[in-house]
């Protein structure tokens, strides 16, 4: 009888399977929170960087503790960036880069668009995974966004495929635009559309 009952019982999980599941690089949260800006303080003055992880539990433990964009007041930015990579236009691989922007007057939608993105950053979803910096949730009063910063914005084919690919990824049909890093520090307020998918 004994052994019956051992015969049914599965075996517990093998050592290595135990062991946290490592993700393809290491990415890194940063959060800016802009809702008592100091008056003439620079921007980036409020930037702060979180947590790096490259394991599936870190990233989950990271997610449900802290990085939930709804839980927050407007004029606050949560990035997920690669590690490395600052969210700037100054920082080497975002200089000559630009970004998707997709607009959302629902606080679920940001969260579910944010919550997809993030899992196909981590899970490598984009074919052209060099091309990506990271992705931004900015929380505004009247309209929330959501960027995904790339690097080469002179590259339109590689834009296009990220867009496209970005596109099913938030499950979204409506349009949207591409602007490039240089128009915005040229003309200081939102980019103008050089791409559209
Ligand atoms: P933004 O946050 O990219 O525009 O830049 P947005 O999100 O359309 O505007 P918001 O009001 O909804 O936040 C807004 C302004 O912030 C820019 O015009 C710059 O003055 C400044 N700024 C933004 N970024 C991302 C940078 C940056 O990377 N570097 C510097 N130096 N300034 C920036």
Redesign the pocket.
Known sequence: MASEVAATIPEFPAEAEKQPHKLERKWTFWFDNQSKPKQGAA??SSLRKGYTFDTVEEFWCLYDQIFRPSKFPANADFHLFKAGVEP???DPECANGGKWTVTSSKKPDLDNMWLSTLMALIGEQFDDADEICGVVA?V?QKQD?LSLWTKTAANEAAQMGIGRKWKEVIDTTDKISYGFHDD?RRE???PRSRYQV
Do not use: D, H, T
């Open positions: 921007w980036g700037k236009w100054e900015s505004r966004k915005s200081s307020r939102a």
